[in-house]
């Protein structure tokens, strides 16, 4: 089992709102250019990640999101788990009925696997991801870079 495009843009899009959200909310659209997502799915994501209580939205005129807490707060877990995403590992999901409805001869080493997997991710917040500086480096080359709305460059400072 591999995490999902949903799942791996999740994190990708909160990283991004945690990167921009000093100057205020920070729109769909943006962050669908500058992560090359389209805004329809990350709509999606955004609504599981609002029900999930990650982000709180705000509507009009330079609406968008935030963060609901301190990036610091927010676990790259957190995210994973709002977005309904499963990093489980073992064939049967867990429940031990792998192999005629009993556990299978892989069980124990998928599980652990898992159970590393979740307390990686556990331990992993927006904060430190933000910390990183290949992270810092990317996050400035794309606020550098032109965006595309439409299929029309746009610079970033004509928004």
Same mark, same amino acid.
């Given at each position: 089992?591999?995490?999902?495009?949903?799942?791996?843009?999740?994190?990708?899009?909160?990283?991004?709102?945690?990167?921009?959200?000093?100057?205020?909310?920070?729109?769909?659209?943006?962050?669908?250019?500058?992560?090359?997502?389209?805004?329809?799915?990350?709509?999606?994501?955004?609504?599981?990640?609002?029900?999930?209580?990650?982000?709180?939205?705000?509507?009009?005129?330079?609406?968008?999101? %935030?963060?609901?807490?301190?990036?610091? $707060?927010?676990?790259? $877990?957190?995210?994973?788990?709002?977005?309904?995403?499963?990093?489980?590992?073992?064939?049967?999901?867990?429940?031990?009925?792998?192999?005629?409805?009993?556990?299978?001869?892989?069980?124990?080493?998928?599980?652990?696997?898992?159970?590393?997997?979740?307390?990686?991710?556990?331990?992993?917040?927006?904060?430190?991801?933000?910390?990183?500086?290949?992270?810092?480096?990317?996050?400035?080359?794309?606020?550098?870079?032109?965006?595309?709305?439409?299929?029309?460059?746009?610079?970033?400072?004509? %928004?």
């Amino acid at each position: 089992m591999k995490l999902t495009t949903r799942g791996r843009y999740a994190v990708t899009a909160m990283l991004d709102l945690a990167l921009h959200e000093t100057d205020g909310p920070v729109a769909l659209g943006d962050i669908s250019a500058r992560q090359e997502i389209s805004l329809s799915y990350l709509e999606q994501i955004f609504s599981r990640l609002r029900r999930g209580g990650l982000v709180l939205s705000t509507r009009g005129p330079g609406g968008g999101y %935030r963060l609901s807490r301190e990036a610091a $707060a927010i676990s790259v $877990a957190e995210v994973v788990d709002a977005v309904d995403e499963n990093v489980e590992y073992t064939r049967c999901g867990g429940l031990e009925n792998c192999q005629n409805q009993q556990r299978c001869l892989t069980h124990d080493l998928w599980a652990s696997l898992s159970e590393h997997v979740r307390s990686f991710l556990d331990e992993v917040t927006l904060a430190r991801l933000m910390e990183r500086p290949a992270v810092r480096e990317v996050a400035a080359r794309q606020d550098a870079a032109p965006i595309h709305w439409a299929d029309s460059p746009v610079e970033l400072e004509n %928004r």
